[in-house]
């Protein structure tokens, strides 16, 4: 194994099965940029582990763990731990678990049967700031919107609202999960300003909720 570059992603991996933990560990071992640097097989255990190292900024949650559930935990993580980015990790993919995930907080939803390539390209991405869905998981999504905005023939190749440069700028900061106050910062505007621009991306898309955005915004290929 090579040695931990400065800037290397730091990974909390958090699963109570041994062998997956180690699985992928084996994967990313000769990554230069990507390392492993703490494991938990609990919720409890995987926020004492972000307290020990508060370099961690990304975290591998299996979702069906004894105890606090893997939605739990990340919802946690959210809140106590900003800074630490979280992705899951499940052989389920229905349309409830990926939502509960999204509206805990989480920025990315990988199957176990994931490839090394995926799994790389996954922990870049969410720790860049972006979103990563397994094909299968962003197929869910798409077909959740489908059924709930069924369209003719004539209407199905559906062209994405048109949102202004800054509502765009403010969409991708709701995507990478900012609060107002933190897009208000980003962007140089006041947080009355952001809930403004916030409210009417949601009129303009017909959203009812962040998850809905994220739903129609993964549609219209409006984020990465």
Known sequence: ????????????????????????????????????????ASGQQA?????????????????????????????????????????ALSVYYDYSSVTDVLEGGGSGYLLKNTSKKELIEAVRQVYQGHTYFSPEVGATLLQNVRRANPTSPDTREERPVELTAREMEVLQLIAREYSNALIAE?????????????????????SKSVVGLIQYALKHKLIG
């Open 186 to 206: 980003k962007l140089f505007i006041s947080e009355r300003t952001v809930e403004s621009h916030r409210k009417n991306i949601l009129t303009k898309t017909n």
């Open 47 to 87: 926020l004492v582990r972000l307290q020990e190292q508060p370099s961690i900024r990304v975290a591998i949650v299996d979702l069906n763990m004894p105890g606090m559930t893997g939605v739990e935990l990340i919802r946690s993580m959210h809140q106590a731990f900003p800074l630490v980015r979280s992705m």
């Open 1 to 40: 194994m090579s040695e931990l570059l400065p800037d290397a992603i730091q990974v909390l991996l958090v699963d109570d099965h041994p062998l997956v933990i180690e699985g992928i560990i084996s994967l990313l071992k000769d990554i230069d940029d990507i390392r492993i640097v703490a494991t938990a």
